[in-house]
């Protein structure tokens, strides 16, 4: 194994060089988990070293689609944290029900699960059909599973339990029908719902939003890089506009601490001031 | 750093109890608990140690005098400017947190500064991590697997390297008290 110091080196040198080949900005993320997965990705790509994973990925644009998989991890759940919903539901809900229509942007949506999710208890709570949903994320591969709406079957029962903490009003399965091996969400949720390439780390804001939901995104970035995305977000946001963190992210250490008021501190729920 | 999984708890407050409330190497402590068991983790043991205790959280730097726990359902690591991360990623020996995953980043971020113990479990979790500690000429403690409630653990550790000790509990508390008077 090469020297630790060394692999420091070409990790640094392996970021650049996708920022500069690929435009994808992963300079200002957590070091010690992207140094994990480039480890794992090494393993899958039988590359002895990560300046050999770097000659790969330089020359062959598949092979980098590859190891995006790696750097972005993609795993998401519906209702995950379904106290979180719950708190959307019953605190924010309410106040986005006095907007004639309504702009929610789902930063981060991974594969989908997120929007579904969202969707669903906005259709229950009448508020569907005037939503516009912004989904973004910088996965291609994951953006197209979300569009898809295909969640393998095996899923679906940790998903049904959360739906019902979550304060679900019907049966998870109202909203699915189960096709090939995995349960096909029903595409009047996504009606409402645009896709979109987008990346906190290098792009700006596109819309004014009521509702913005990043979850298990930020804690993969730097102060610096959080701070440029809740810039986005206060950006963005209407004025007393709210905004949904993951279970383990706050924003105590940002510089926009004091921008927010918290709605629900224990379900990450804040609104702007 | 401590890692622990099945009789971990009563080995972590035998370990801690004793320490003084001006403690001055930051420790860490990871336990495989179920989600649900795991939230009251740092209330229970703020009620017995001198030390002060809390879940750590993303962006954190590690201080003295404090006792950190890893929060259920993600990875916990150690970044280079000794600052907490958390990850989502998948688990690792059916574990997340993972103890592989925290002394693994660990040792990058402090080399020989480190010491690591790895405690009684019922898994493979903390080998291969505490291995990476040790090639970073961290120091490396197994819990004697005869002394350990569950010796699964310890024993895998033992089976993929040679750590600085193997020790049974007593002993170990003494040499956490004495690692805090050594210079570091
Ligand atoms: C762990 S998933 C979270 C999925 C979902 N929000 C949830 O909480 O279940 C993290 C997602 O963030 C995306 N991501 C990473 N960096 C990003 C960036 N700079 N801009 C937008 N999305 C990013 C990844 O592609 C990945 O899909």
Redesign the pocket.
């Given at each position: 194994m090469a020297p630790e110091r060394d692999i420091e080196i070409e990790l640094r040198l392996l970021i650049e060089a996708i920022y500069l080949k690929y435009d994808y900005d992963f300079r200002d993320y957590s070091g010690a988990s992207l140094k994990r997965r480039v480890r794992h990705a090494l393993v899958q790509f039988e590359c002895q070293t990560v300046s050999a994973l770097q000659e790969r990925i330089l020359h062959d644009p598949n092979a980098f689609m590859q190891l995006l998989q790696y750097l972005?991890?993609?795993?998401?759940?519906m209702f995950?944290d379904p106290g979180y919903f719950l708190a959307l539901r019953e605190q924010v809900v309410p106040l986005l029900r006095t907007y004639p229509s309504v702009k929610i942007w789902v930063?981060?949506?991974?594969t989908g699960?997120?929007v579904y999710s969202l969707a669903i208890l906005l259709r229950e709570e009448g508020l569907l059909e005037r939503s516009i949903i912004y989904a973004?994320?910088?996965?291609p591969r994951?953006l197209e599973k979300a569009e898809r709406g295909i969640y393998p079957l095996e899923a679906i029962q940790g998903f049904t339990n959360n739906y019902q903490k979550a304060g679900g009003r019907q049966a998870l399965s109202d909203y699915y029908t189960a096709a090939y091996d995995g349960a096909l969400f029903d595409k009047s949720l996504r009606a409402q719902v645009t896709f979109a390439d987008?990346?906190?780390?290098t792009d700006s804001v596109f819309s004014e939003t009521q509702l913005v939901s990043c979850?298990?995104?930020l804690i993969?970035f730097n102060k610096t890089l959080q701070d440029r995305a809740f810039g986005l977000f206060h950006e963005s946001l209407c004025h007393r506009g709210f905004l949904g963190l993951?279970s383990k992210e706050s924003l105590d250490f940002s510089s926009f601490a004091r921008a927010f008021e918290p709605v629900s501190k224990h379900e990450r729920i804040f609104r702007k001031r | 750093m401590l890692g622990g999984s099945a009789g971990g708890v009563t080995a972590l407050l035998c370990l801690l109890e004793t320490l003084p409330a001006d403690y001055r190497l930051p420790v860490v402590m990871l336990l495989h608990l179920p989600d649900d068991r795991h939230s009251e983790l740092a209330q229970v043991f703020q009620r017995r140690l001198a030390l002060r205790v809390k879940e750590a959280e993303g962006g954190e730097t590690l201080q003295p005098a404090c006792v950190y726990v890893a929060p259920p359902g993600y990875h916990l690591l150690i970044e280079q400017d000794r600052s907490f991360s958390l990850s989502?990623e998948a688990p690792q020996h059916h574990s997340r947190p993972s103890i592989d995953v925290l002394f693994e980043s660990a040792a990058d971020a402090y080399g020989a500064a480190l010491a690591a113990v790895l405690l009684t479990g019922a898994n493979q979790d903390g080998a291969a991590g505490l291995a990476a500690v040790k090639a970073r000429g961290g120091l490396t403690i197994v819990q004697d697997p005869t002394d350990a409630q569950v010796p699964t653990m310890p024993e895998a550790a033992l089976a993929l390297h040679t750590p600085d000790y193997v020790l049974a509990l007593p002993d170990l508390r003494a040499l956490l008290k004495e690692l805090d008077k050594s210079p570091c």
């Amino acid at each position: 194994m090469a020297p630790e110091r060394d692999i420091e080196i070409e990790l640094r040198l392996l970021i650049e060089a996708i920022y500069l080949k690929y435009d994808y900005d992963f300079r200002d993320y957590s070091g010690a988990s992207l140094k994990r997965r480039v480890r794992h990705a090494l393993v899958q790509f039988e590359c002895q070293t990560v300046s050999a994973l770097q000659e790969r990925i330089l020359h062959d644009p598949n092979a980098f689609m590859q190891l995006l998989q790696y750097l972005t991890i993609p795993v998401s759940e519906m209702f995950r944290d379904p106290g979180y919903f719950l708190a959307l539901r019953e605190q924010v809900v309410p106040l986005l029900r006095t907007y004639p229509s309504v702009k929610i942007w789902v930063a981060g949506c991974s594969t989908g699960e997120e929007v579904y999710s969202l969707a669903i208890l906005l259709r229950e709570e009448g508020l569907l059909e005037r939503s516009i949903i912004y989904a973004t994320d910088i996965n291609p591969r994951s953006l197209e599973k979300a569009e898809r709406g295909i969640y393998p079957l095996e899923a679906i029962q940790g998903f049904t339990n959360n739906y019902q903490k979550a304060g679900g009003r019907q049966a998870l399965s109202d909203y699915y029908t189960a096709a090939y091996d995995g349960a096909l969400f029903d595409k009047s949720l996504r009606a409402q719902v645009t896709f979109a390439d987008h990346s906190l780390a290098t792009d700006s804001v596109f819309s004014e939003t009521q509702l913005v939901s990043c979850r298990n995104v930020l804690i993969y970035f730097n102060k610096t890089l959080q701070d440029r995305a809740f810039g986005l977000f206060h950006e963005s946001l209407c004025h007393r506009g709210f905004l949904g963190l993951g279970s383990k992210e706050s924003l105590d250490f940002s510089s926009f601490a004091r921008a927010f008021e918290p709605v629900s501190k224990h379900e990450r729920i804040f609104r702007k001031r | 750093m401590l890692g622990g999984s099945a009789g971990g708890v009563t080995a972590l407050l035998c370990l801690l109890e004793t320490l003084p409330a001006d403690y001055r190497l930051p420790v860490v402590m990871l336990l495989h608990l179920p989600d649900d068991r795991h939230s009251e983790l740092a209330q229970v043991f703020q009620r017995r140690l001198a030390l002060r205790v809390k879940e750590a959280e993303g962006g954190e730097t590690l201080q003295p005098a404090c006792v950190y726990v890893a929060p259920p359902g993600y990875h916990l690591l150690i970044e280079q400017d000794r600052s907490f991360s958390l990850s989502r990623e998948a688990p690792q020996h059916h574990s997340r947190p993972s103890i592989d995953v925290l002394f693994e980043s660990a040792a990058d971020a402090y080399g020989a500064a480190l010491a690591a113990v790895l405690l009684t479990g019922a898994n493979q979790d903390g080998a291969a991590g505490l291995a990476a500690v040790k090639a970073r000429g961290g120091l490396t403690i197994v819990q004697d697997p005869t002394d350990a409630q569950v010796p699964t653990m310890p024993e895998a550790a033992l089976a993929l390297h040679t750590p600085d000790y193997v020790l049974a509990l007593p002993d170990l508390r003494a040499l956490l008290k004495e690692l805090d008077k050594s210079p570091c």
